[in-house]
């Protein structure tokens, strides 16, 4: 069996692909704030180098794949500490374990917000990789009210979508042979979702801005098939790109204006 470390796994999309993961027999190795192999606080440094260290002592220090799936949409400074820091700083750490193996791959979950209306200062401090200033902007955004709080969401997915596509060509990953991808979910039925869905007013604000006129909302199952190919060893070729499962979101939304 291939080994997997995936983030986020005690709950929707991370929890679907980790259990799909095992039905095919491969093993996994979750890692969330509780409930899972490596219970760690992605939030934090100190949390994320704890994490990957305690990953490599249970994988016994062969790990094939990490997917990172853990993430947050408060409207907060926490949710760039998370979805980004929380994502590339644990794959970084994990990068000289991964490029041991004969068939490594990572893939991250970014999201249709990547292309949503975002604080260019915010990614850009992201993409500088300066957590401090970054953490400062995210909560002056939050300070200013909930519509401003929510741009940390859309600015840390395109700045985790940014950074895929930097740096999945450098010796640290194409170099090591190792695919680094993203795939971005429409709307997804989870517990992430699942107030935000239950009501008709709800789901009206969430369609207008990711309509999905192909299937509607998806089980967190169509983005773990996703992950699992990505990070299947037939997955040779395909690095950088942000993989849009969206419904039709991204092709309603750009057109043919890619
Ligand atoms: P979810 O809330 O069901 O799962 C997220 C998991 O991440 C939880 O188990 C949570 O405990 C974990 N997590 C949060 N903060 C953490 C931390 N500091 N340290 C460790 N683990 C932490 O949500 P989901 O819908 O499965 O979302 C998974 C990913 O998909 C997220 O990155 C989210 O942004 C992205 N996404 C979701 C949707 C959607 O509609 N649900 C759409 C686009 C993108």
Redesign the pocket.
Known sequence: PRSYVI??A?????AATAALLRERGETVIG???KGTEVE????TPA?REAAAARAVELAGGSIDAVIA?????APIALTVS??YF?VTDFLEYLAPVLAKSPAPRAVV?S???SLQANSPELVEALLSGDEPAAVEIGAALAAAGPASGYLNYPSS?RALSRWVRRECISERWAGAGIPLNAV?????I????EKLLSTEEGRKMVDSSVPMPLNYHSD?IVLARLLAWLTSEENTHTTGQTIYADGGADATLRGDNI
């Open positions: 983030t986020g005690a709950s929707g999309i991370g890692v969330d704030l760690a606080d992605l939030s949390g799936c853990a993430g947050i949409a998370v979805n929380g979950v999201s249709m917000a997915k971005a979910p429409g709307t997804v989870s517990p992430m979702t967190s």
